[in-house]
């Protein structure tokens, strides 16, 4: 008789989940309630530090049960957020049940320390249906996630003091055309927006030329729009970006509900310099762009740049 498998918010379809693999799992409290700790600290003047809640720390210990219980599943690290846990977890060996049946009991239990301390009836849970998870290929990647985990109050400080910049905004209406938008909108009503666009064709020293361009202008004020797309539209948005520039880029994929900008994305939306717009919904999958994006996003900017009444940049 096959298993019932637990609801999975997001997982890979066609993925062995009783395979040898690692995987960043996150939790969410129902009704995203802070219940597990507090913040403190700006993040920015102040170092920002997790203090969990007596639950929070309960929540940790039963965490630690993992492996007591399911020996082949180790768990790597975790951070405790207010309202939500993050934990990654190296299944060693083949399991004999699918991965959602680790997590199941790890929540049974949360949800028995839950009603303990609140003194609620039976019926009640702490987390929301499901979980996220999130398969980690490679050490780079684990080290990239371990020290996402590690940024998560910083991040979640800054966000506190600058809520503006890290809540997706939908249907934002920009030229006649409509987008989900993350980030510092008021970049939009810059008097000088310039189109970054360059063909394929360009050659390494051409590369470096239009970047050069490029950057002086944005060191007089304007602000560079692109998809970046072509290797030439990457270089230039890279080094504006690493200028500290302020840049507005147009995504292939929108935004899910609760999503934020991860790596250095993330600082230049708290310091205002980083606009994102999606045209499109959002999808969980890896997609290849197609040539007909890769064209109308290109037109979006441009069309973008041009409402602005100011004279547009020619490809190179």
Same mark, same amino acid.
């Given at each position: 008789?096959? !298993?019932? *498998?637990?609801?999975?918010?997001?997982?890979?379809?066609?993925?062995?989940?009783?395979?040898?693999?690692? /995987?960043?799992?996150?939790?969410?409290?129902?009704?995203?309630?802070?219940?597990?700790?507090?913040?403190?600290?700006?993040?920015?003047?102040?170092?920002?530090?997790?203090?969990?809640?007596?639950?929070?720390?309960?929540?940790?210990?039963?965490? %630690?049960? *993992?492996?007591?219980?399911?020996?082949?599943?180790?768990?790597?690290?975790?951070?405790?957020?207010?309202?939500?846990?993050?934990?990654?977890?190296?299944?060693?060996?083949?399991?004999?049940?699918?991965?959602?049946?680790?997590?199941?009991?790890?929540?049974?239990?949360? @949800?028995?320390? /839950?009603?303990?301390?609140?003194?609620?009836?039976?019926?009640?849970? $702490?987390?929301?249906?499901?979980?996220? !998870?999130?398969?980690?290929?490679?050490?780079?990647?684990?080290?990239?996630?371990?020290?996402?985990?590690? %940024?998560?109050?910083? =991040?979640?400080?800054?966000?506190?003091?600058?809520?503006?910049?890290?809540?997706?905004?939908?249907?934002?209406?920009?030229?006649?055309?409509?987008?989900?938008?993350?980030?510092?909108?008021?970049?939009?009503?810059?008097?000088?927006?310039?189109?970054?666009?360059?063909?394929?064709?360009?050659?390494?020293?051409?590369?470096? %030329?239009?970047?050069?361009?490029?950057?002086?202008?944005?060191?007089?004020?304007?602000?560079?729009?692109?998809?970046?797309?072509?290797?030439?539209?990457?270089?230039?948005? =890279?080094?504006?970006?690493?200028?500290?520039?302020?840049?507005?880029? $147009?995504?292939?994929?929108?935004?899910?509900?609760?999503?934020?900008?991860?790596?250095?994305?993330? !600082?230049?939306?708290?310091?205002?310099?980083?606009?994102?717009?999606?045209?499109?919904?959002?999808? @969980?999958?890896?997609?290849?762009?197609?040539? /007909?994006?890769?064209?109308?996003?290109?037109?979006?900017?441009?069309?973008?740049?041009?409402?602005?009444?100011?004279?547009?940049?020619?490809?190179?």
């Amino acid at each position: 008789m096959r !298993d019932t *498998i637990p609801s999975m918010k997001r997982h890979c379809h066609g993925h062995d989940y009783q395979s040898r693999c690692i /995987y960043m799992i996150t939790l969410v409290v129902e009704g995203r309630r802070p219940l597990l700790g507090y913040i403190t600290g700006d993040g920015i003047d102040q170092p920002a530090q997790l203090h969990p809640t007596q639950l929070g720390q309960a929540i940790l210990q039963e965490l %630690d049960q *993992i492996t007591i219980h399911y020996p082949a599943v180790k768990v790597i690290s975790h951070q405790l957020m207010p309202d939500h846990l993050h934990a990654i977890l190296y299944v060693q060996e083949r399991i004999p049940r699918h991965l959602s049946h680790v997590i199941t009991s790890f929540k049974v239990g949360c @949800n028995r320390l /839950y009603r303990a301390a609140t003194m609620t009836d039976c019926g009640s849970a $702490l987390w929301e249906t499901g979980f996220h !998870d999130r398969i980690l290929k490679g050490r780079h990647h684990l080290q990239r996630m371990m020290d996402y985990l590690d %940024d998560n109050p910083r =991040r979640a400080a800054i966000k506190r003091h600058h809520p503006e910049f890290f809540k997706v905004q939908r249907d934002v209406s920009v030229a006649g055309l409509t987008f989900a938008a993350l980030g510092n909108l008021f970049l939009l009503q810059s008097p000088q927006l310039l189109q970054v666009q360059c063909t394929r064709r360009l050659t390494p020293e051409q590369i470096e %030329d239009t970047v050069a361009q490029f950057l002086e202008q944005a060191s007089r004020g304007a602000i560079l729009v692109s998809p970046s797309i072509s290797a030439g539209e990457r270089a230039v948005m =890279r080094a504006a970006f690493e200028h500290g520039y302020p840049t507005i880029v $147009l995504v292939e994929n929108g935004f899910a509900p609760l999503a934020k900008p991860g790596g250095k994305r993330f !600082d230049a939306c708290a310091q205002g310099r980083l606009l994102l717009l999606a045209p499109w919904e959002h999808h @969980n999958e890896r997609r290849r762009i197609k040539e /007909y994006q890769c064209r109308n996003l290109n037109a979006m900017a441009a069309a973008i740049c041009t409402a602005t009444r100011q004279p547009q940049q020619q490809q190179p």
